[in-house]
């Protein structure tokens, strides 16, 4: 599944784009995740350890499960953030979540970078994620647990529409359990609604792509 996610054109950083989401394909992509995952800004997703083929490997266990995704994702044509999404009810959650039919769990991670910052980046990618989730994927809520001390992604979630359930023990983190329903997202500040969105071909017979963190 390849689809793209536009955003509106009311404010500048609405104006980044296209943005495209489209399956994780392990040997085309894996290299560029490796060096995203292990870079010291990703530390909240404690993966700095890995080695090319242990991301290798982490990443064609996921492309095999019926139960979690990765997506890669592009701006102007550049990868740009990689998104996972996870039934809730199946994985990581299991006991400590009461799952509701149509929750899609989450996890976001921008491309450290690599030059100058993109005013407004983030904010384009997790309105553009939401859209991808709620649209594509069917979501009735998106599901996040970033940890607790990650105080950039709570104030980003809040701008989708998060509202935190409660703390929660989850591996290696304290996690501040969130949910986000369509309506919630559409009142919030990333919600406005976008341009008409545009299906693109099957991921596995797209051109390979070009070379913060919910967790």
Wanted: charged share 20%; with cysteine.
């Amino acid at each position: 599944m390849t689809a793209s996610a536009p955003t509106p054109a009311r404010e500048p950083w609405r104006l980044l784009g296209p943005v495209t989401l489209e399956a994780v394909v392990p040997e085309r992509d894996a290299a560029v995740l490796h060096a995203w995952l292990t870079h010291p800004a990703s530390h909240y997703w404690a993966m700095g350890g890995l080695g090319p083929d242990d991301v290798l490997a982490y990443e064609s266990r996921v492309a095999a499960s019926d139960d979690e995704h990765a997506w890669l994702g592009c701006v102007a044509g550049t990868a740009t953030f990689l998104v996972e999404t996870y039934d809730p009810a199946r994985v990581l959650l299991t006991g400590v979540h009461d799952a509701e039919p149509g929750d899609v769990g989450m996890h976001l991670l921008v491309a450290p970078p690599t030059g100058p910052r993109v005013t407004g980046l983030t904010d384009a990618v997790m309105a553009a994620t939401m859209r991808f989730c709620f649209g594509p994927l069917g979501a009735a809520r998106v599901v996040v647990e970033p940890d607790v001390r990650n105080t950039a992604i709570a104030a980003k979630n809040a701008a989708a529409g998060f509202r935190v359930l409660r703390e929660v023990d989850l591996p290696g983190k304290r996690a501040a359990l969130s949910v986000c329903t369509r309506a919630e997202f559409a009142a919030s500040r990333l919600g406005a609604p976008p341009r008409p969105a545009t299906t693109r071909r099957d991921p596995r017979q797209a051109a390979p792509a070009a070379p913060g963190d919910t967790r």
